[in-house]
Structures are given as C-alpha cells and as structure tokens.
C-alpha cells in the first residue's frame, strides 16, 4: 500500500516540494494537498502585474486542477487546516475534513505583520499577500480614491505603484529615512524616490503610524508627528513573519519559523517543512529560489534517497517595477573590513556601488542599469577574486574584452524578439522569453533543457539570467551555496578531488560507493571529470577508463558534422623540415585527404578521415616520425612560436627553441581543459603570447612568463606572472603552474576562469613565491609525465583498441 | 529487449558475442540501409538502435554510454536505449531494433521496430 503525504498549503513551496517528489518517486505516496486559498497553485511573485494590469490571473497560474487531477492529488481549495494530532497523525481541517498521514509537510508560507495599531481591523485595511488581497485592492480602486501604503520597502513599493496604476492617488509611509533600506544605499534610495515622485508618488518618511482613523470603514492615517492622510485604503507592507501558529499549537518546536535541519525535517520526524514558514540554521527567506531549493532537498528525502542537504541560500532582490532598473545582493552595509567602489552619474540617473572584502564581491547596489547584476552576483556566490578586475569592474562584464557579447547596448529588455541571444544555437530573445512564461521556468537550467540558449559557449548565460529576471519579475535569482558536479551527487567539484586525494580513492567505483553516488555508473558529464580526477591524483596507478572518455579523446582524433575526424599530427614548436613536408604530403595523398588546412596553433590538420583508416594513417604518421599532436582533446595543445632572434631583426631570445623544448617537456599531459602555450621573441608578441594558457615574452633581460590568457568565445589577456633569467627557469615555472592548475581547477574550467576565480595572488603565491611549492609541483608533473608520453597514435597503429576502429559487422 | 512478434525468426543475424562490445560502449553492424548502434550497458544489458540522432544525425554508437542512455557526441542530446526516445525536452527517437543474447551471442534484426520514422 502506498504511503500518504499530506502538505498542508497549496502554494509555490509545497507544490514544487511535490513536483520534485513526482520527478524521484511518482508512485510512493497517495498525496492530498489542503490550502486556504480557494485558487490552485499561482506565481505569487507576479502579483504586482496583476494588480498593475499588466497580467492576468489565469496567466500566474502554475499548477491547474488538470495538473492535480492527472497525478492522482486529492486537492482541498479553500480549507484551512487548524489542527494536527500528531500522534494519530491526522490533520482536520476548519469544515471538518480530516486526512491521515504517514509523512506531512508543512509549507504554510508567511502572513503580513500588521501594525498593532488602533484602527488596524476597519474595513479597507489589507496586507499584500495573496490574490484575494489583490482583488480588494483592484476593488477599491474601483470606488476609491486615497490610497496610503504603510511600508517602503520591495512589497510595498510594488502595491504602491499597482495601486496608482489603477488610478489612485497614493502616498507611501515610511518608518526609516530611506526608501527599501534594506536592499538599498542612500544615494540609491534618493535616486528611487525621485523617479517614483515623477511618476505620481507621495513619500512620508520618519513616518509614523499612530492609528488608522475611521469608522465603518478606514477614512485616514494619523501619524505620531500629528499629520492626517486621508486614506480609503490602507496597504499593510511592513514585513511577512512565517505563518507557524498550526505548527505551535502542535507543539512543533519553533523560533521565528519552525526550526528544520538540513533535511527539512522539523523536530518530528514525520513532518518536514519548506517555504517561508522556515527557519533553517537561524536564516528565514521570502525568495524564491531558496524555496526551490529547499523543495528539491525536502523531495529527496521524502522520496528516501535520504542524500540532498540543503546548507543555506544567498539571494539578490530586482524591484518589479516596469521602467525602474534596481538590483541589489549581498550585504552592501560595509564596515570595517570592507571597500566599496562607487559609480554615480546622478543626471543619466545610474548608480552602482560594489562592496568587497578581501577582493571579493560581498554586495553590490544598482540603480538605472543593472545589465551587471548577473554578473555581480555570479561572481560573489563563486567567491571569486577581483583584485585584477577592479578598475574595470563597475564599468560592467562589456568593458573586459568580451568579444561580440555583452555590448552594453545589447540591454535585454530593449531588446527586439528577434534578437539572437544565443550564438551557438541560434535562439532569439522571443524564443526565450515565450519559452519562460508558456512552460513556467524558473532557472537557467531549465532555460537552458527546453531551448538550449547558453547551453553551448556560455557566453550568453548572463542575458539568459537577465532576461529571466526581466520575464519572471523580481526575485529570480540562483542560489545554491555550492554547485554539484552533475545531478549524480550533491558533491562538488572541490570536494570530489579532496575525497580523492584524502580518503585514497582510486576507481571510479570506489568514488560512486564513497560519496553515494546517486546513479549506478554516473553520467556523461561527472565519468570524464572523474576519470580525470584519478588520473592526476594517481598517476601511473589509475587505469585510464575509455569509456568514460568523449568520443575525441576516447580514439584521438576529432569528430567532424559528418562522422569523419581530422588528424593533427604534433610540429614541435610549429617549425618542421620539407623533410617532414614531403612525408605529410605523400601521406596526404595516399590517402585522397579531402582537406588539408593549417591550424591558428602552427600545425597542419587533415580533415575527412574515416574511422576506419585512422590506425594506418596514424601508422604511417609514426613511421615518418609525428607523434599526436592531441589536438581533440583536453590536454596540452600547441607550443606557438616565432623565429626570435636566429632570423629576427627585433627578436631577443631563441623563443622557437624554448617552444620547442616546453613541448618536448608538456606534451600528452591531461589537463582539465585545453591548453595552449606560445612563445614569442620580443615584446611585439607575433607568437600571441598573451592570450595563451602559458605565454612567454621574450625582452631583452630574459624572460617574462603569463598566464590565465584565453582567445575563445570570450578574449581574455594573460596576467603577468613574473620575468625569469633562462629557459631552464622558465620551463619549471611552467611545469609547476601546469601542475598546480591540473591538480585544482575543475575539469572543464580553462585557465582563465580557474585565475580570475582563484586570484592570481594565490598562483602567484603558489609558482613564484614559495619555491619549494614550486620545486615540488614540478617534480610532480615531470613524474606524471612518465606516464603520459607514450604516442597514442604509435599504439593504436599497432592495434590497440581494434575494436574502436572497425565495425562489429558487415551485413549484406 | 524482446523481439516483437511480427519479426520473422528467419531475420535473426548473428552480429559477434557480447564481450566484442565495450561496457558502457557501442559498436556498429553496417548494413546496406544505414549503420546500426548496438550498445552495451553496465549491467550487461543489449541494446540496439539506427546509429542517427534524431537531432543533427550524430552517430550515436560513439557517444558516452551511462544508465540506459547515449549522449549524442554531436550536441549532447540523450537517447534511452530502451525506447529509443531523445529525453525531454529534447524531442525526437532513432529506431529501436530487436536484438537478443543467446549463448554469449548478440542475435539482431535488420527489421527496425515500429512508431520512430527515424529508421
């Protein structure tokens, strides 16, 4: 017999809780749904649209009666629970219904904090809450005329505006000097206040409420400094409080909310809670994605996976109100430990400030363009390190060498529908947007599942970002403290390696078993990260898993549209001989190579090779001396040169020996991504030094080494590291760097990220300063490569992996 | 994966023995109608589809191979083996064909199974 699971509230937590408890475990319980509302489940973040027009109510609606019916959900509308007896473990609700439960959850959300004012119960006095409250608000604005909102902050500034919309004449009260203080700086606060007073707005601030006057119904507000405002309607937004009175009077142990742990679970252990009647390690939250969070966590145990711990959320805040761009994140008070950095052109009407600490974004206001906000908060809940971004950083992600991308004119809500958004899959704007509201997304993964916009490059995924935002309204945002390496796990990338290294893990097996894996034999996307992890943490012990390889690094050569690959045989430091001209070309020919093509690394490409034919060309390849030149996979690509001083006029070095050798020394090593060197002769750089993984300058005195530079989707210069005195040197600060990045980036993070994420100070503390670091990572890597230079080309020439290369059968 | 009642017991080929296929691999039967997929999981089990994404037409023999789906080396969509569906919200199927194991032996049929177009 199934299990019953009764949720008492029908709103946006305890439905997702049940929506991700149907995707783990559709059959497990006979579900019944009791909320006090007479609507099935809504957005209720989009309740200021509806009450500005702009949106109806059956376009908020997320779950239909169809949706319930069609899981089999016994829904009670418009039935308020008033006791539990958890001891029979059945709920009754106020008409008598009663349910019987083997697990409950609670998801009762929050109610509006009315002030305990004289007055506060007359007629015309609301909170802004729930549909029926926008109803009574549309209502008003029917008959009425004088509007007064107690409360300036998010919500009451959107019931403000709504309300106005409807025609009224409104005046906000506000407690504190400053407009939505919590989520806003003065100056941005000033700001927001002007462009709402032109637009119509009354402000009262230091205002307080003293009493609602009126008789049968609310006819003003008296504020404590003797001032009247005539009001037929007053709008409560001073605050929410979670709504915890059934889970008191049930003896539920609670706080400020009811207090749950990292399961959800609340002090009995058949009743579990989300939402924002919440209280987890002391933190409440009125957002959506911590719900959403939450509601995943809560399902996974429901389901008795027994495995997801949800550890707190960080959150940013837009305010919803058309024509006003404000953003805010984090904790932007400052203090003694923190900088700020402040951007403010009053007249155009454009303010951001950026906290740090430490060099990392802690919080960030915006007010007039907050194309950025994404950005912000991306790199403060990745924790990044802006040391070297920031006096680029308030000019926004445009200013830092983006390519084609990010534009600031490109400001996603003045965009047109048939803007492309995504360049590598070709979706446009429209697309997206039509995309979010007809299959209701919430995240950028799920933006990213149903129309693949920055499913590609990535180099979009802050306009995906901000056109959820814009779509969806104010509180989108993401959130999750950590980010799993794939849905397999709940781990990280950083804690999977650690358990690696610590807890001696050395088959992927092992690491499934260890950290509770979620999937018998992993996934596309965690198998080669994994495979990767072991084969740098035990080098010369782990056996290489092809089959956790993609197809390119799993036969050794690259994939082309039409099922053929291309073949790049190795040209240490892109200098050859017509010696080795002569054989490519004979081999070239023998083989009726479609295309021959060079390469932006130096090297020569063969394109249109069948499967088959790649072990004799690779064989004749081998006899002419080329070994692979790794060119399909995440590994040591090209050593760029130029001919430095043996031929140049300006040249200061020998850079195409130093390449030459720097290749002799990296190449076959894994890497977590491509990796690309070069070494140009003197400061003009034709070896494009700078915008290499590893690049060496070659300058008169010696040799300067850079790293983190990147010329893909998104250009990015190197950072200097330091200049050495020889080659020699040169080569060891390399291998040590290559090893460091080997041994801590996450597998598909190139160089330039992995810098700007884990600050160059710490490589630099790493590679440069601490020369037994150095010495020791080198010695690390010169020992991996022992492993690793072996031609796969040779071995698979010899028939290795014969089965690769050959069908299993002809027929007919 | 059962054969289907309409497949003709004639039209069973001997295609090589289960240990000629990589766990968590594919290899490929060629045929004068296109390549055929045929697959092998973790567990042992055969599976065997039209080596044609239904995306972009990725030969999916050389995909990763997780659970019971590919991921398509071209784009990345997923398959199930079983069915042959792309997962969702991907839509789309490559042609399910009956394959069996007999005595260590993979036995597959060149008569590609009903309701997917991409045959």
């Excluded at chain 1, 349910?99 to 119960?121: E, M, N, Q």
């Excluded at chain 1, 009077?249 to 609670?254: D, F, H, N, S």
């Excluded at chain 1, 969806?472 to 794939?486: E, F, H, M, Q, R």
């Excluded at chain 1, 690309?676 to 993984?693: F, H, Q």
Aim: aromatic share 8%; charged share 25%.
């Amino acid at each position: 017999m199934k299990e019953k699971l009764v949720v008492i509230g029908n709103g946006m937590a305890g439905i997702r809780a049940v929506e991700e408890l149907l995707k783990l475990a559709p059959d497990k319980y006979e579900i019944t749904v009791f909320g006090s509302e007479p609507h099935p489940n809504y957005n209720r973040i989009l309740l200021s649209p509806v009450l500005t027009g702009e949106k109806q109510f059956s376009e908020i609606v997320l779950n239909d009666d169809a949706w319930y019916a069609e899981h089999d959900i016994t829904l009670h509308k418009g039935k308020t629970v008033v006791d539990i007896d958890r001891r029979k473990r059945v709920v009754k609700a106020a008409d008598g219904t009663t349910a019987a439960y083997d697990r409950l959850l609670l998801a009762t959300g929050s109610i509006p904090f009315i002030l305990p004012v004289p007055g506060k119960d007359l007629p015309g006095v609301i909170g802004f809450r729930d549909f029926a409250d926008v109803e009574a608000m549309l209502m008003a604005a029917m008959d009425y005329r004088h509007a007064v909102v107690i409360g300036g902050g998010l919500l009451g500034l959107e019931a403000a505006n709504g309300l106005m919309k409807q025609g009224m004449k409104v005046t906000v009260v506000h407690l504190p000097d400053a407009l939505m203080e919590r989520q806003l700086d003065a100056p941005s606060a000033r700001m927001l206040k002007k462009s709402l007073e032109e637009r119509g707005l009354e402000f009262v601030l230091q205002g307080d409420t003293e009493e609602i006057i009126g008789k049968k119904r609310v006819q003003g507000v008296r504020l404590k400094d003797g001032r009247e405002l005539t009001a037929d309607l007053v709008v409560m937004a001073v605050g929410i409080r979670p709504n915890i009175e059934l889970a008191k009077k049930t003896g539920l142990y609670c706080e400020r909310g009811v207090v749950v742990n990292d399961t959800m679970q609340t002090y009995d252990p058949a009743v579990y809670a989300v939402g924002e009647c919440v209280q987890h390690r002391g933190q409440t939250y009125g957002l959506v994605a911590p719900l959403f969070d939450q509601a995943k966590v809560c399902a996974n145990h429901l389901a008795h996976f027994g495995i997801a711990r949800y550890e707190g959320s960080i959150t940013s805040t837009k305010l919803k109100v058309t024509g006003i761009d404000l953003f805010s994140a984090g904790d932007f008070s400052g203090g003694d430990q923190t900088e700020e950095i402040v951007l403010q052109d009053a007249g155009a009407g454009m303010y951001k400030k950026v906290v740090l600490k430490d060099n990392r974004i802690q919080g960030a206001v915006m007010y007039g363009d907050t194309m950025d906000g994404a950005w912000y908060f991306q790199l403060m809940r990745d924790g990044t390190d802006v040391s070297n971004l920031r006096d680029k950083l308030l000019f926004g992600q445009a200013h830092l060498g983006d390519a084609g991308h990010g534009d600031i004119k490109t400001r996603v809500v003045a965009m047109a529908d048939s803007t492309e958004i995504c360049g590598c899959n070709g979706v446009c704007k429209g697309t997206i947007v039509k995309t979010i509201v007809d299959k209701k997304l919430f995240t950028l993964e799920e933006v990213r599942a149903h129309t693949k916009a920055s499913s590609s490059c990535g180099s979009c995924t802050g306009l995906v970002e901000n056109l959820l935002a814009a779509t969806l309204g104010g509180d989108y945002s993401t959130a999750p403290k950590k980010k799993p390496v794939c849905p397999c796990t709940e781990h990280s990338h950083d804690e999977v390696r650690l358990a690696i290294r610590n807890q001696s893990l050395k088959t992927m097996p092992a690491v499934f078993k260890t950290l509770e894996w979620k999937t018998p034999d992993g996934c596309n996307k965690c198998r080669p990260a994994l495979n990767f992890y072991l084969l740098v943490a035990w080098p010369g012990e782990y056996v290489d898993d092809n089959q956790a390889r993609f197809i390119n690094e799993r036969v050794h050569a690259n994939i082309q549209k039409d099922g053929t690959y291309s073949v790049i045989p190795r040209i240490w430091g892109g200098e050859t001989t017509p010696g080795e001209l002569r054989a490519l070309a004979e081999i070239a020919e023998k083989y009726e190579v479609p295309t021959v093509h060079i390469t932006g690394g130096q090297r020569i490409d063969f394109l249109g090779i069948k499967k088959e034919t790649l072990p004799a060309i690779w064989g004749d390849l081998s006899k002419a001396g080329f070994v692979s030149g790794h060119a399909y996979g995440k590994a040591i690509r090209t050593v760029k040169t130029c001919v430095g001083k043996n031929w140049c006029r300006f040249g200061t070095q020998d850079s195409t020996t130093m390449g030459i050798e720097l290749e002799k020394m990296t190449w076959g090593s894994w890497t977590p991504h491509k990796f690309k060197l070069a070494v140009s002769g003197c400061p003009r750089n034709c070896a494009e030094a700078t915008i290499k993984d590893f690049g060496v300058v070659c300058v008169d005195s010696g040799y300067e080494l850079h790293v983190g530079g990147n010329g893909g989707v998104k250009v990015r210069a190197t950072d200097f590291l330091c200049a050495v005195k020889n080659p020699e040197e040169g080569k060891e600060y390399c291998a040590a760097f290559l090893q460091v990045y080997r041994e801590e980036a996450h597998y598909l993070e190139r160089t330039a990220p992995w810098v700007e994420r884990i600050g160059l100070s710490y490589i630099k503390q790493r590679v440069v300063e601490d020369a037994e670091s150095r010495k020791l990572a080198a010695e690390r890597f010169y020992n991996s490569q022992r492993f690793s230079q072996v031609d796969p080309w040779a071995e698979r020439a010899m028939g290795m992996d014969k089965h690769e290369f050959i069908p299993l059968k002809l027929v007919g | 994966m059962q054969a289907v009642t309409k497949t003709n017991t004639n039209s069973w080929i001997e295609v090589g023995a289960v240990a000629d296929i990589p766990k968590q691999g594919a290899r490929v039967v060629r045929t004068k109608d296109g390549d055929i997929a045929v697959f092998r999981t973790l567990d042992d089990e055969v599976f065997a589809l039209r080596d044609r994404c239904p995306h972009k037409g990725g030969q999916l023999s050389q995909g990763i191979v997780y659970g019971n789906k590919v991921a398509c080396p071209l784009h990345d969509w997923k398959i199930s083996l079983d069915t042959g569906m792309a997962v969702a919200p991907d839509e789309g199927c490559a042609a399910r064909f009956p394959v069996r194991v007999e005595g260590g032996k993979v036995l597959l049929s060149l008569i590609p199974e009903e309701g997917c177009l991409n045959a």
